[in-house]
Each structure stands twice: as structure tokens, then as C-alpha cells.
């Protein structure tokens, strides 16, 4: 009997990617994205011999009868990973990074490097010294010094260890593909790759161009500095890629969107999750909604191992989180990072305050918006610097939506504004440094709410700075929420909680304190 002889496989012509594919997941999903953005940066330059259509569930790639698969692969993949030639850096045109951007396209390139490009087979170099970027900013008379490895290739343009581009296959593809951990970070198949269709495969090397990257300093823990890894859920193709372009395209004065350098150095991972998902939705023009939430994957080195790019964390992230407004008010305000130069000429940046990082974490992980804000004021000299945020904290302060929560910040800081009218008249008086009197109650106070280590205890003592404060009289606030209150105060399980608004209100307080002292309204 004659052998049976298999038929040579063939991609479909055209090919098509479905949203709504029940098989994909969040990185399909991203992917395809990305396969829509990429497809936008095209216009009507679209490669030679290629046609794309782009839907908001579909997108559908045909290509010329004279050109193989390989071909066709070869094609795509040219126009969709570059290389800018004078810089060396990484060049997705989908992420729309264009002339005059070259921070953001450094701060991308080397959070792929952290991420996608681990190992250095991944992204060969010319040069054994990392090169120089000078970043200037309006703030700076001269510019800061950052360093990067300039590459000659990346692993995305030879579709590398894929086995897609193999010379033995003359021009054909595979059925199977190899998925390597360029294309998704992570991924490790053990004593073997994992192994997808072709058309999949070819489908994830556009996670890549879908995700965007932040470099992680955080605040709250001591690893060496990470990178971060944003998968988003997509859910219409076309937003998505307006949305990627105006976050890239928008003038960099536009503080709303992390479109520079010092903009994509964040705190925490969630944090950097939340400002990508509000960023994709800033279009205030339309409703679109391009992705339901995200994941976020931290990645460095950490304590446990010394030598490895590992996963710190993986966590899911949503933008409609009850409290978000308060972490959007402090997106706006309070995240912004600062350049500090090292004792080598060169530098790096550090977000200026801790706040937007915690917010963020904590929605993330469903605690209350102000859960462990005693960690970042409890030594005196952070107690301090974070009086120099006191803006940012007070827009955070008007964007709260729970009720007990206003009511506990409005009658801690009604109590504070009598205390500091009766400091005025004491420095008036007896020819006293109001500034300093301020300072030495403020600790004070900061101490004893510190101190109480149960909710009777600090019931206890917020009765009595109430009191202490209108001379045994009742306060505003009290007389109308009492009840409020005291079903607050005195229920165990919002202990923490309490104590923390009470900080946040002390350290976020913005009366006129100058009018106090000289006997002005406050």
C-alpha cells in the first residue's frame, strides 16, 4: 500500500484574528492590540504586497499569490520592528514615538530590555560601553547623563528561535511554532519550548508593541530597581490604536499622559497599571472604551536570587475602582519623579513622593484607599517631607466619596483649625514663633495618634483633642455627624482605618496658617 504523503502546510491567505476568539487570552488580546496600532502607524504605507484591515473585534492581513509565507512573515515583520539607526534603540512604530521623543523612546527601550530582551542573545550589541543620552528638561540648566546598550538587532526581527524563518523550509511556515520568552516574558517550557499554531505564534510577537513598559523605584521595599510590564484587556481594536497614539503623540506638557522619560518612573507596579488604563481613557471627545483592565508584571532582581530577571508580581488591575478619583487626583498631582545624579557624572530618577504608589497598591489589592499611610509618615523626618505634598493630598482629600471618611477628615481638621487659632493668639501674646509652636503641636499630635494602639484608645483621644480644642464646646462637625462618628470611632475593625485619616488629615491640612498667626479668618 503507497505511503500517504502529508500535504504541505499553508497559512491562510487572508488571515484573521478575532477579539472574541474563545481560545485567547490576555495575551492574545494585547497582542492584537498591538497588531492594530501597528497597523494604524502604517496609513496607506502599508508593506509592499500586504493588505490589513483593522475592526473592532477582527483583523484580517492578505498578501499577494506571488509571495510565499515566508515572504509575506518577512514583510511584516519589517515594517513592524525597527531599529532606529542613529540611536540604536529600539523603533516600534505602532507605539508612535516619533522625532523629538527620544527620552520616552529610552525609557521603552530599556524597560523592553528588562522585560521582553532579558538575555543579551536577545538583543546583541555593538559596543561593550553603554552609550550617553544627555535628558534635558525646562527645570535644568544643563542636562543629566543616562546610560543605555545600544543594539544591532532584536530578537522580534528574525522572528529568532521561532523556527519560522528557517532557510530549509523554502518559503514556507510551519504548523507548529516555537513561543520563546521574548514573546512572552516568562515563559519557559522546560526541557522544551512551548509550542503553539503558526498563526498564533506569529500573533504574540505583538505583545511587544500592545504593552507598555514603566521602570519601577519603588518606595516600599528594597529590591534592586525593576521594570514593569502592562498587559492590557482589549476589547475594541481601533480605540485601542487611537488611543496608544495619542498617548504617544500629545505634547509633553501634558502632564496627564506618561509620554516622557521622568513619566514612565513610578513607584509601584499598580501604580503604573492605573496611570496606563486612565491614560487610554482620557479621550474626552468619545466614550470608546478600548480595554477593561490590565495585568501588571513586575520584573527584576530581587533578594532570593542574585543572578535572574524574575516575576516580583503579578496582579490584576481595573479602572473603576470605587475610590479612583482619589488615586487620579494624586496621579495628577503628586506623580511626577525627580532627577539625582550619582557620584559617576550620571543619573537616574526617583518619584517624589510614595503616596500615588500606595493608593494604587491598595485599591488594587481591594483595601481601603489609606491603608498603611502610617508607614510613610512615621518617622518624623517623612512626616516632614510629606508636608511639602500638601497640595496634592488636599485634591485627594476633595475627590473622597465615603462618607466616614470625609466626616472623620473634616472634624480632625476643624479641631486642628481652633488649635491653631489658639497658637496665634499664645504667639501674639506672649511674642512667641508661631511657625514654631505650629511645628512642635504638629509632632505632638502626630505622636499621640501613633501611640494609641487600640480603637478605644484612639477613640478615646480624638474625644479629647476635639474637646481640648473648642475648650469643653462641641464642634460643627460633631454636633451634625455625631452618631457618624462615634458608630466610626468606636467599631474594632476600623481601627487602622481611623488612625490612618487622622494622619492624612493632619499632614494634608491646608489652612492659612499665616492668617492665623496674625489674627486673620482661617
Known amino acids: 500500500m503507497a505511503k500517504k504523503v502529508k500535504p504541505e502546510y499553508k497559512l491562510p491567505n487572508p488571515l484573521e484574528y478575532r477579539l472574541s476568539n474563545p481560545n485567547y487570552t490576555i495575551y492574545h488580546r494585547a497582542a492584537l492590540g498591538g497588531l492594530a496600532a501597528t497597523i494604524r502607524a502604517w496609513g496607506r504605507n502599508q508593506p509592499e504586497g500586504i493588505t490589513a484591515e483593522v475592526e473592532r473585534d477582527r483583523i484580517s492581513l492578505g498578501w499577494d499569490e506571488n509571495l510565499t509565507d515566508q515572504e509575506f512573515l518577512r514583510r511584516l515583520i519589517g515594517a513592524s520592528f525597527r531599529l532606529d539607526e542613529e540611536t540604536k534603540m529600539i523603533d516600534l512604530p505602532g507605539q508612535r514615538i516619533g522625532a523629538g521623543r527620544e527620552d520616552l523612546r529610552l525609557a521603552i527601550h530599556n524597560g523592553i530590555a528588562a522585560t521582553f530582551l532579558q538575555h543579551p542573545k536577545m538583543r546583541p550589541t555593538p559596543e561593550k560601553t553603554p552609550r550617553r543620552f544627555e ?97 492590557p484587556d482589549v476589547i475594541d481594536l481601533p480605540a485601542f490604536a487611537k488611543a496608544i497614539e495619542r498617548i504617544a503623540t500629545s505634547g509633553q506638557d501634558f502632564h496627564r499622559f506618561s509620554n516622557t522619560y521622568r513619566d514612565r518612573v513610578v513607584g509601584g507596579a499598580e501604580e503604573a497599571a492605573m496611570r496606563f488604563l486612565i491614560d487610554l481613557q482620557a479621550d474626552e471627545v468619545t466614550s470608546e472604551k478600548s480595554a477593561a483592565g490590565c495585568v501588571v508584571v513586575a520584573m527584576g532582581k530581587v533578594s532570593w536570587d542574585k543572578n535572574q530577571i524574575n516575576r516580583s508580581l503579578i496582579a490584576k488591575v481595573r479602572s473603576d475602582y470605587a475610590e479612583m478619583a482619589v488615586f487620579k487626583a494624586a496621579y495628577q498631582h503628586l506623580s511626577r519623579s525627580r532627577i539625582v545624579k550619582n557620584k559617576e557624572g550620571g543619573a537616574f530618577a526617583l518619584p517624589v513622593s510614595p503616596v500615588p504608589e500606595l493608593v494604587a497598591a491598595n485599591l488594587a489589592a481591594e483595601r481601603h484607599w489609606c491603608a498603611h499611610f502610617k508607614g510613610l509618615v512615621g518617622e518624623k523626618k517623612e512626616f516632614n517631607q510629606m508636608l511639602y505634598a500638601r497640595g496634592g493630598l488636599r485634591a485627594m482629600q476633595a475627590a473622597i466619596k465615603d462618607a466616614d471618611d470625609q466626616t472623620i477628615i473634616r472634624a480632625f481638621q476643624e479641631a486642628w483649625r481652633f488649635r491653631m487659632g489658639a497658637l496665634g493668639e ?34 478615646s483621644w480624638f474625644l479629647r483633642f476635639c474637646a481640648d480644642a473648642t475648650k469643653g464646646g462641641s464642634l460643627k462637625t460633631m454636633r451634625e455627624h455625631g ?38 479668618a482661617v
Request: net charge positive.
Open 135 to 231: 535628558l534635558k528638561t525646562a527645570d535644568d540648566d544643563a542636562g543629566s547623563i543616562f546610560t543605555y546598550k545600544a543594539i544591532d538587532s532584536y530578537a522580534h526581527q528574525k522572528a529568532q528561535k521561532t523556527g519560522l524563518l528557517e532557510e530549509k523550509l523554502k518559503g514556507r511556515l510551519p504548523p507548529i511554532a516555537s513561543i520563546q520568552q521574548w514573546t512572552i516574558p516568562g515563559a519557559t517550557g522546560g526541557a522544551a519550548d512551548l509550542q503553539a499554531p503558526t498563526e498564533e505564534v506569529i500573533l504574540l510577537m505583538y505583545l511587544m508593541v500592545g504593552s507598555a513598559v514603566f521602570l519601577l523605584r519603588p518606595h516600599t521595599f528594597q529590591e534592586k530597581a525593576q521594570s514593569c510590564l502592562i498587559i
Open 426 to 459: 499664645r504667639a501674639r501674646s506672649e511674642g512667641l514663633d508661631f511657625g514654631r509652636l505650629v511645628e512642635v503641636e504638629r509632632e505632638r499630635t502626630r505622636n499621640d495618634i501613633l501611640r494609641a494602639k487600640t480603637a478605644d484608645m484612639l477613640a
Open 483 to 520: 452618631e457618624r462618628i462615634r458608630k466610626f470611632m468606636f467599631n474594632q475593625r476600623n481601627f487602622e482605618r481611623f488612625q490612618n485619616l487622622c494622619l492624612f488629615a493632619l499632614v494634608s491640612y491646608a489652612g492659612d496658617e499665616s492668617k492665623t498667626a496674625t489674627g486673620g
